[in-house]
């Protein structure tokens, strides 16, 4: 593998990971059609199981982790995305 900067073959290939934190949401749609009236009738006639289902219930976020090559010439420091 050659470098496309400088051309020297003394290039290193690792494995990067990036992670990041995504939130679940529900859509705009749902919101226009049943969140707007639904969520406030379940708090007022449901508060004590509405309130436990907030503290112990699921998280709305979750991890979503891509893994790539990058490769990074020893030469010259430049570095960029193998496929």
Known sequence: MKCPKCGSENVNVQMVSESQLKNKHHSVLYWIFIGWWWRPLLWIFLTIPMLLGKLF????????TKHSSMAVCQSCGHSWKVN
């Open 57 to 64: 219930g699921r998280k709305d976020k979750k991890i979503v």
